[in-house]
């Protein structure tokens, strides 16, 4: 859902002879001109693009957003979009990577509603119907344990004074990390394929985290990255967060998941 008011970021263009790449930076927003008319002029010549696929979520994209402005520049040229399973929904490879499943469950609040100004006022009397609409994507969930963690994890907050927006800063890097699950299970092949079927230049536009591993997968080079949970917290002091916090924060915010789910 997009936020009234509210501008995206300029998004990331990599413009190569035979690709370019648009990393949306905030997804759904409306767009300056400026950035439209250089979005227009980067997929100019574009043979073909290929998307995130945001059509599940597209009455809450502004019409000049990074996403619809990409697919408007097309014109009547194929446009196709990102896959987000294969035979396997994605809670799957998260359960296989060792992710505990109340931690999956409890960051998804946040992850429909990434911002608190989203949250709407009726917020308790819908997380039974917002766990129940992520099955789809994690066919574990309970939503009777997951409503209840969620609440435990908000309790806890409340005895310890922190802040609700650690629940956002551990949502937003429990995604990036199911993002890199979604980019190997998913994405390599499509993307592989799509680089094939295609003659002359060809366009991907998705978020802007996803541009290193896109990029290298165009291009035929080796793109490696860590897909175990227990490892990746090990590693926080090692990654771009790119974030208003830092690594030391991100793992306390870890500890206090983890303290109030009794882990």
């Not at 690709?19 to 950035?35: C, E, M, N, R, T």
């Not at 956002?168 to 092949?189: C, H, N, T, V, Y």
């Not at 080796?222 to 227990?230: F, R, V």
Request: proline residues 5%; hydrophobic residues 35%.
């Amino acid at each position: 859902m997009s936020s009234p008011n509210k501008l995206a970021k300029k998004p990331e263009i990599v413009n190569s002879h035979d690709y370019v790449l648009i990393g949306s930076k905030d997804h759904a927003l409306p767009l300056l001109p400026d950035f439209i008319i250089e979005l227009n002029s980067a997929l100019d010549g574009a043979v073909t693009l290929k998307m995130e696929d945001y059509r599940k979520h597209c009455e809450g994209y502004h019409p000049f957003s990074t996403e619809i402005i990409a697919k408007a520049s097309m014109g009547m040229k194929p446009v196709s979009y990102l896959p987000e399973s294969d035979k396997h929904n994605i809670g799957y490879y998260l359960l296989q990577s060792g992710v505990p499943e109340e931690i999956a469950e409890v960051s998804i609040p946040h992850m429909v509603f990434k911002n608190s100004e989203d949250i709407p006022r009726d917020f308790f009397a819908k997380l039974p119907v917002v766990f129940e609409d992520y099955k789809e994507s994690f066919s574990f969930i309970n939503t009777e344990r997951a409503v209840h963690n969620y609440m435990m994890v908000l309790d806890y907050g409340m005895r310890h004074n922190l802040d609700v927006s650690e629940i956002f800063d551990f949502s937003l890097d429990f995604k990036k990390f199911m993002g890199k699950i979604r980019e190997a299970q998913f994405w390599k092949p499509d993307l592989e394929n799509f680089r094939k079927d295609y003659q002359g230049k060809i366009a991907v536009c998705c978020g802007g985290y996803h541009i290193p591993f896109v990029k290298s997968i165009l291009e035929g080079k080796p793109y490696e990255e860590n897909l175990d949970w227990k490892t990746n917290l090990e590693k926080i002091s090692q990654r771009d967060l790119n974030r208003r916090i830092t690594a030391e924060q991100l793992k306390e915010i870890y500890q206090h998941i983890n303290a109030a789910l009794g882990h």
